[in-house]
């Protein structure tokens, strides 16, 4: 592959997917690979996965803010 | 709270084996042979940052899942090499025979060393890693068959909360095991506990982990812990039945148990 060495964050335990939801919704969370985040699609919220632990702290997660499509615009 | 576990925590096993004079490790081996944990067992470990409980975990439901296979071999007593060699390569793949271990802190730095920990002894099979907080854990609910959380309950701000967690988190007929300081009720021994307690275990925290003040919390945070009868009630508050404990050193650290049934 074509790593950038040192900088690849460690993959999430798989079997973690079973157990794991939001700690403040208790739904079930998506694995988004290209930021290495747990998504609450619902809440819009994101929990980051640092060496391989996912920090399932509310207070640490981020907004994942849509924007909604502009009227006549074109597709990016 | 916080930034008491984070100094403390890349002493913690040394500042453990000091305070406790290495006794810490056979309640924590006593906390593990009254779970008896089979092979298949879902393990949910909270407030176990260094990892003491997973490993020890691991290390029971592997010789458990051993005496399994070898019992199944000496009841093949009548197959061929052929057959037996097959049934055991198959069972080789899964020594902890599906058992799975999470382990839950809310401290990254308590997590980080138990990650490191796991890589220098070994432990990569059925064990995962989540910084999560007790009182609002990020897991489903019915998904575990045993909860534990060793010396970590004391340092909850709200109990009851972490309790009804324990219990929403728990399969029906799972177990929920607390390992915690508890109170000493013979005067004598209390007084010589207080004694060692105020007097020895700062300095020896100022001493290893030069850090008074953490260690000077960590005895106040035990006086001011909930004694047995208090902890068993507000564990039946949040549901759990068949509630029981065990004192261990005539009361110095204490076994809660309790049923989801």
Known sequence: ?76 | VYQVFESVAKKYDVMNDSMTLGIHRVWKDILMHKMNPSPGTLLLDVAGGTGDIAFRFINYVRSARERQLQRKLKHHQNLSWQEISESYQEDKFKSLGDSQVVVCDINKEMLKVGKQKAQHLGYSEGLSWVLGNAEELPFDDDKFDVYTIAFGIRNVTRIDLALQEAYRVLKPGGRFLCLEFSHVSNPLLSRLYDLYSFQVIPVLGEVIAGDWKSYQYLVESIRRFPPQEELKAMIEDAGFLKVDYQNLNSGIVAIHSGFKL
Do not use: H, W
């Not at chain 1, 609450?40 to 996965?49: K, Q, R, T, V, W």
């Open chain 1, 1 to 76: 592959g074509q790593g950038s060495g040192s900088g690849r964050p460690q993959p999430l335990e798989p079997a973690l997917l079973r157990f794991l939801v939001c700690p403040l919704s208790k739904r079930p969370l998506r694995y988004e690979e290209a930021t290495n985040e747990l998504i609450n699609e619902e809440l819009g919220i994101a929990y980051p996965i640092i060496d391989g632990i996912p920090n399932m702290i509310p207070e640490a997660a981020r907004t994942t803010q849509k924007k909604p499509p502009a009227e006549g615009s074109k597709q990016p």
